[in-house]
T-cell receptor
Framework: KNEVEQSPQNLTAQEGEFITINCSYS?????LHWLQQHPGGGIVSLFM?????KKHGRLIATINIQEKHSSLHITASHPRDSAVYIC??????????WGAGTKLIIKP | DSGVTQTPKHLITATGQRVTLRCSPR?????VYWYQQSLDQGLQFLIQ???????AKGNILERFSAQQFPDLHSELNLSSLELGDSALYFC????????????FGPGTRLTVL
């Protein structure tokens, strides 16, 4: 079993829909990182959080430390949100353990 | 723009050759990380440096080596290249080692023919 599991693996939705991507982990962590990888390959850091909730524009990330679970939400989704969303947790040795990513496609 | 730069953007070479990938971290960042992403695969952590010293090693092959220089830029050396080494190589930097957020460079796409 992977230490970081993301679901779903693939998600296709219509423009405007509310999107939720989930990340569950099985190790103790100091922080959790959400990143976005564009089709061209570039990686953008979206959030780093260790508790509660963070919001940036249409993106919201939440984490529940007790349940070892985090969610990334996108409101009013747009085709430009199409990308791979990656969850990575920072373990006790401060190394990032990567999820496999969720490929999101937003259709116009 | 994350502030992390990587050169070259693309590199095409032949099996058996040696290449050097270069990374300049964000201004003020002391820690540099190298990752490999093969086609349709997740990111694989290779190695981390902090202020010139190696801090952690991941799944880095013996044919690969890296270093961080006094000006904090880093180089990843890949030798005796094989077809399977074709991948995107990312560099990331962070202020310190702990809970600091990592910022990624644009990557170097290596193609081994």
């Amino acid at each position: 079993k992977n230490e970081v599991e993301q679901s779903p693996q693939n998600l296709t939705a219509q423009e405007g829909e509310f999107i939720t991507i989930n990340c569950s982990y099985s190790v103790g962590i100091s922080a959790l990182h959400w990143l976005q990888q564009h089709p061209g390959g570039g990686i953008v850091s979206l959030f780093m959080l260790s508790s509660g909730k963070k919001k940036h524009g249409r993106l919201i990330a939440t984490i529940n430390i007790q349940e070892k679970h985090s969610s990334l939400h996108i409101t009013a989704s747009h085709p430009r949100d199409s990308a791979v969303y990656i969850c990575a947790v920072k373990g006790s040795n401060y190394q990032l353990i990567w999820g496999a990513g969720t490929k999101l496609i937003i259709k116009p | 723009d994350s502030g992390v730069t990587q050169t070259p953007k693309h590199l095409i070479t032949a099996t058996g050759q040696r290449v050097t990938l270069r990374c300049s971290p964000r201004s003020g960042d002391l820690s540099v990380y190298w990752y490999q992403q093969s086609l349709d695969q997740g990111l694989q952590f290779l190695i981390q440096y902090y202020n010139g010293e190696e801090r952690a090693k991941g799944n880095i092959l013996e044919r690969f080596s890296a270093q961080q220089f006094p000006d904090l830029h880093s180089e990843l050396n890949l030798s005796s290249l094989e077809l399977g080494d074709s991948a995107l190589y990312f560099c990331a930097s962070s202020v310190v080692v702990g809970t600091s957020e990592q910022f990624f460079g644009p990557g170097t796409r290596l193609t081994v023919l």
